[in-house]
């Protein structure tokens, strides 16, 4: 999560042989990184043993909360890029606060038996700093930062509209291009405000053979058994150059064109684990194993290589497969994390929305409709994406004219709408609809559209948006209850956004003032926590995204409901009650409550504490219902409770501000 902090994920082991010392320091939702180092040499590029395939290293990692981990470790030769040395990594996403811990096993002397603990706080800076992007589990078409908002994948891999030698994002890794043509597309990608970049790391013959060779050798004469550290040092410069811009690295191990659908599982898996060891432990990560698979790859061989790379897939990255053009072929696989499809880089906008629309059928999971086109900036590809978006896609991967489109995504909730063309009763419209609140209607020639509002109350404002520059503007108001008639304000497609207006209350006065410093009378309200809460864990400066009215007694006009509902929205609250669902926003909290509060931001929506032994305080009893919450709280070194001889907690106890502060300040860092 965005927490603004300066404190770093500190590793306090970093082994030479048997020896510890200081390592350097990351934060949460970094990469701590554990360096080992073998008692004997070898050379990345020739001689025996070959560290590639005669090591066997992994790490049993233990998190904070007492997940575990097996992961993976690698050789990196010289640690710095050069092929001899004696150097293996062990690379850790951390992203729990607190002390991570680590044993190793190894048929390699010196590298097996060792182990180490490394301490978490504070968190990464930038698009990363609410973790990575991950299946919504509220809504499962969709995607979103695991602790943060929800995000639209942008990326335009096929990029005709630009110069040689930057057109294919895919050859990003190549060895034919420079650092200064890599910046260059970065720079590119970012000026039309995408958050993707498609990378091979394999590639021989696609792209008129701007290959990509991530072995020793060259494309066409290349050792399969052995991978060349100093270009694998540039992949993951380049990658973390991607977070650091916030950008989405979507890694592919096998380009099309290259007669990879050849190669034994053996070389096919060796590659899968040497990526995903070196790279999945980057947040901006995700994988795809191949591009057209059908060139070479069996049905079988696909299941046997994706469970495969599942199996070394610790950190939980999206994993998928794309395919030649039609369906997604493995849509209820266990192992398809997302449905990565092409459309047609020769169909029309209608045969692309109707190609989505098919494929979101086929299962409750992300649909990414990355192929539909070469990129040029013209019309017919700025349809193509705009019918990819209404038809509930969540990313594309080509298209044209697309920081407009970036831009409309930001700021619609997109992620609560699903297909429901049948509400344009006339005209030429596709249509997304959280029906009776929100509204998106594509007209893809402009026109006169008729939208059915007859199953919705209240007034709507209407805007027109203009997918070719971007931009707002006014289309009057109108009453729900009806089919209600809207013309486009001039030629070519446009986009029609209608959202419910609220109430019509006046706003709430603002939130009271903080209480004097030190004051330990002073109650806080469960509205002042979700504020002050997300400051700790977004940054001082963040603003979210406006409310929407999902608790009955929090209208969008409340000084804290968009606070609220950035705390509902990623699982940190549920709420105070139901039917209707309310959040009581003038209550104050107790310290029970806040051990809830507290725990979730640290590991998410879905964490669960491990069972309370009902020993660490005389006043909680294992079967209180937050016994758990409040163990590991002060497991965690956040608490002592509120009393000694006995040690108790008080966990009815309502929290003061001067609390408040200073268990934020304990998790967080935050003054």
């Known amino acids: 999560?965005?927490?603004?902090?300066?404190?770093?994920?500190?590793?306090?082991?970093?082994?030479?042989?048997?020896?510890?010392?200081?390592?350097?320091?990351?934060?949460?939702?970094?990469?701590?990184?554990?360096?080992?180092?073998?008692?004997?040499?070898?050379?990345?590029?020739?001689?025996?043993?070959?560290?590639f395939t005669s090591v066997d290293l992994t790490a049993r990692v233990t998190a904070p909360s007492g997940r575990v981990y097996t992961v993976d470790g690698f050789f990196d030769g010289d640690g710095n890029g050069g092929a001899i040395g004696n150097v293996f990594k062990v690379r850790v996403y951390a992203d729990e606060i607190g002390t991570w811990s680590w044993t190793?096993?190894?048929?390699?002397?010196?590298?097996?038996?060792?182990?180490?603990?490394?301490?978490c706080s504070g968190t990464l800076t930038?698009?990363?700093?609410?973790?990575?992007?991950?299946?919504?589990?509220?809504?499962?078409?969709?995607?979103?930062?695991?602790?943060?908002?929800?995000?639209?994948?942008l990326a335009k891999f096929l990029d005709t509209a630009a110069p040689a030698p930057i057109q294919f994002s895919h050859t990003m890794f190549s060895e034919r291009l420079t650092d200064a043509n890599r910046q260059a597309m970065l720079d590119r990608h970012l000026g039309m405000k995408l958050n993707k970049i498609d990378v091979y790391l394999a590639n021989q013959g696609d792209y008129s053979a701007v290959s990509t060779t991530p072995w020793v050798g060259s494309a066409g004469s290349s050792d399969r058994q052995r991978f060349d550290l100093a270009r694998w040092r540039m992949f993951e410069s380049w990658v973390l150059k991607m977070r650091a811009a916030g950008v989405v690295t979507q890694l592919w191990f096998f380009a099309d064109d290259s007669s990879f659908g050849d190669l034994p599982d053996a070389d096919r898996q060796r590659l899968i684990k040497y990526g995903m060891a070196r790279l999945s432990g980057y947040v901006n990560t995700m994988f795809t194993l191949a591009l057209e698979w059908q060139e070479g790859?069996?049905?079988a061989e696909v299941g046997t290589n994706m469970?495969?790379?599942?199996?070394?897939?610790?950190?939980?990255?999206?994993?998928?497969?794309?395919?030649?053009?039609?369906?997604?072929?493995?849509?209820?696989?266990?192992?398809?994390?997302?449905?990565?499809?092409q459309g047609g880089n020769?169909?029309?906008?209608?045969?692309?929305?109707?190609?989505?629309?098919?494929?979101?059928?086929?299962?409750?999971?992300?649909?990414?409709?990355?192929?539909?086109?070469?990129?040029?900036?013209?019309?017919a590809h700025r349809q193509k994406a705009w019918a990819a978006f209404t038809a509930g896609a969540a990313g594309t991967g080509t298209g044209a004219y697309l920081a407009p489109l970036a831009s409309f995504v930001s700021q619609v909730p997109f992620e609560r709408m699903d297909p429901a063309d049948g509400l344009a009763v006339s005209g030429n419209a596709y249509v997304l609809a959280e029906q009776g609140r929100t509204y998106v209607a594509y007209l893809y020639n402009g026109g006169t559209v008729q939208l059915n509002l007859a199953g919705a109350s209240g007034t709507f404002s209407a805007q027109w948006y203009d997918p070719r520059v971007g931009g707002f503007s006014s289309a009057g108001s109108?009453?729900?209850?009806?089919?209600?008639?809207?013309?486009?304000?001039?030629?070519?497609?446009?986009?029609?956004?209608?959202?419910?207006?609220?109430?019509?209350?006046p706003p709430a006065p603002p939130p009271p003032p903080p209480p004097p410093s030190g004051d330990p009378g002073s109650l806080t309200t469960r509205a002042q926590t979700a504020v002050a809460l997300v400051k700790a864990i977004y940054g001082s400066g963040f603003v979210p995204r406006p409310a929407t009215g999902v608790f009955a007694d929090v209208p969008v006009t409340h000084w804290a409901a968009g606070y609220i509902e950035q705390l509902y929205r990623y699982g940190i609250t549920t709420g105070c009650a139901t039917a209707p669902l309310r959040f009581c926003p003038d209550a104050n909290l107790s310290r029970a409550e806040i051990a809830t509060f507290l725990l979730r931001a640290n590991h998410g929506g879905s964490y669960t504490p491990p069972p309370a032994t009902g020993t660490l305080f005389a006043d909680v009893a294992s079967t209180y219902w937050a016994a758990s919450w409040i163990e590991q709280l002060f497991r965690q070194g956040l608490t002592t409770g509120c009393a000694t001889n006995p040690a108790r907690y008080c966990p009815t106890t309502l929290l003061t501000t001067t609390e408040l502060s200073t268990l934020l300040s304990r998790q967080f860092g935050t003054p």
């Not at 499962?140 to 994948?153: E, I």
């Not at 070394?312 to 030649?324: E, Y």
């Open 346 to 379: 020769d169909a029309g906008y209608a045969s692309i929305h109707a190609h989505g629309l098919r494929n979101r059928a086929l299962a409750a999971k992300p649909l990414i409709q990355e192929e539909f086109g070469l990129g040029s900036e013209d019309t």
């Open 478 to 505: 109108v009453s729900g209850g009806a089919t209600r008639s809207f013309t486009a304000p001039a030629g070519g497609d446009w986009v029609l956004y209608v959202q419910q207006t609220g109430t019509t209350q």
């Open 1 to 51: 999560m965005a927490k603004r902090l300066s404190a770093g994920c500190a590793l306090l082991v970093l082994l030479l042989l048997a020896t510890a010392r200081a390592g350097v320091a990351v934060t949460r939702f970094d990469t701590a990184e554990i360096v080992l180092r073998s008692t004997s040499s070898f050379n990345a590029n020739s001689g025996t043993p070959n560290p």
């Open 126 to 153: 930038g698009a990363f700093a609410t973790g990575p992007v991950v299946d919504n589990p509220a809504r499962p078409r969709t995607l979103m930062y695991q602790y943060g908002r929800p995000v639209y994948l």
């Open 307 to 341: 469970n495969y790379l599942q199996s070394r897939n610790p950190w939980a990255r999206l994993i998928s497969i794309h395919g030649t053009e039609g369906d997604f072929s493995f849509p209820t696989a266990a192992w398809a994390d997302y449905m990565d499809t």
């Open 297 to 299: 790859w069996s049905t």
């Open 104 to 119: 190793t096993t190894s048929n390699t002397a010196g590298l097996t038996g060792q182990s180490g603990t490394f301490s």
